[in-house]
């Protein structure tokens, strides 16, 4: 089977090592990622002069990869509805690679009390054991 073949009845036939594994995670990144002429998003990767060690890296090996979007505000929505979907909680940086200011995601690991449901928050009243 071509994988460059489309069906109007299927949709586009992609690659499996290309494909992608969420449909509803991928409407999230077209909507609010940086986006390639071709619609698909735009990846963090080190600059030429980074690779052959011409110059010292502007940033660790962790941005690599990872999805770029231009303002904050994008990548704050985009972690809002990728957490309804089920993701961990995400929160924004911006990333030192880029001169003009590009912003990723990443896990956010503070404890966050305040993302629980309200009756979970509340202290809870015991009834005494005699009662």
């Given at each position: 089977m071509n994988a460059d073949r489309s069906d109007a009845t299927t949709g586009p036939v992609v690659p499996e090592q290309r494909g992608v594994r969420d449909e509803a995670r991928a409407e999230v990144l077209c909507r609010h990622a940086r986006l390639t002429k071709a619609g698909r998003p735009i990846f963090c990767r080190p600059s030429r002069a980074e690779i052959e060690g011409?110059?010292?890296?502007?940033?660790g090996p962790g941005s690599d990869g990872k999805v770029i979007?231009?303002?904050?505000?994008?990548?704050?929505?985009a972690a809002r509805e990728l957490?309804?979907?089920g993701a961990r909680p995400l929160r924004s940086y911006i990333c030192s690679r880029s001169r003009g200011g590009h912003f990723h995601l990443t896990t956010d690991s503070t404890p966050r009390t305040g993302h629980l449901p309200l009756h979970?928050?509340?202290?809870?009243?015991?009834?005494?054991?005699?009662?």
């Open positions: 011409r110059v010292l890296p502007r940033q979007y231009s303002t904050r505000e994008d990548a704050e929505a957490e309804a979907l979970l928050r509340i202290p809870q009243q015991r009834i005494p054991i005699s009662a």
